[in-house]
């Protein structure tokens, strides 16, 4: 998922999309979310072929980053063309300038430094690492497109992931509500005994003894 700006951009002329290199082939959307960053996030990856939808994955995290669930979503379409189309070729595109320029460009100079970048780790190394393997055995250059402009697989892979991170944020917060709901007010009839005395019976008598 890509994110507008607070500032207009001056000078900026609308970019212009032509809807139709999307139509013929194999074309795969990857995205993905996340509110708060760091916090729930999602991923998803969208298969079309000749313009059709033929595939869809999507999957969340409860702690993540934004640019994590972007290359995961990424991952995922890589490993999925290796099973599903290992000799057909095809096109990825994904609208984060992070996962893009550092899937074409950037992960081959850091593999050639051990994976360093200046005096420390790259980071997200693990998931650049797995993403190097994947474009080893699925060899292509990842494509940007642009965020939220009606492209209709970028759409697609957008809201699965939003719908992903969503469920993901549902499920924290009915754990949440389980949880709280399970831990009985100290006051409470199944805490009190006769008065009031928070103590059980059995460390009475103990301190009695």
């Given at each position: ?31 993905g979310a996340c509110e708060p ?173």
């Amino acid at each position: 998922m890509s994110y507008k700006f607070p500032f207009k951009q001056k000078n900026k002329k609308p970019l212009a999309i032509d809807h139709g290199i999307y139509q013929a082939g194999l074309h795969l959307f990857a995205d993905g979310a996340c509110e708060p960053n760091p916090g729930p996030g999602g991923w998803a990856f969208v298969v079309y072929k000749d313009g059709q939808e033929i595939h869809a994955e999507s999957g969340g995290s409860p702690q993540t980053t934004n640019n994590i669930m972007e290359m995961t979503g990424a991952l995922r379409a890589l490993e999925w063309l290796a099973r599903s189309c290992p000799d057909r070729q095809a096109s990825l595109h994904c609208d984060s300038q992070y996962v893009v320029n550092g899937c074409n460009d950037w992960r081959l100079s850091w593999k050639s430094k051990a994976w360093k970048r200046g005096k420390g780790e790259v980071k997200n190394l693990e998931l650049w690492q797995l993403l190097d393997a994947a474009l080893e055995r699925y060899p292509l250059r990842l494509t940007w497109c642009k965020g939220h402009a009606g492209i209709t697989g970028n759409e697609r892979a957008d809201a699965l992931s939003v719908e992903a991170m969503r469920n993901v944020t549902v499920t924290l917060q009915t754990r949440s509500c389980n949880i709280t709901s399970r831990d009985t007010p100290r006051n409470s009839a199944e805490f009190r005994e006769d008065g009031g005395d928070y103590l059980t019976r059995k460390f009475r008598e103990i301190m009695k003894e």
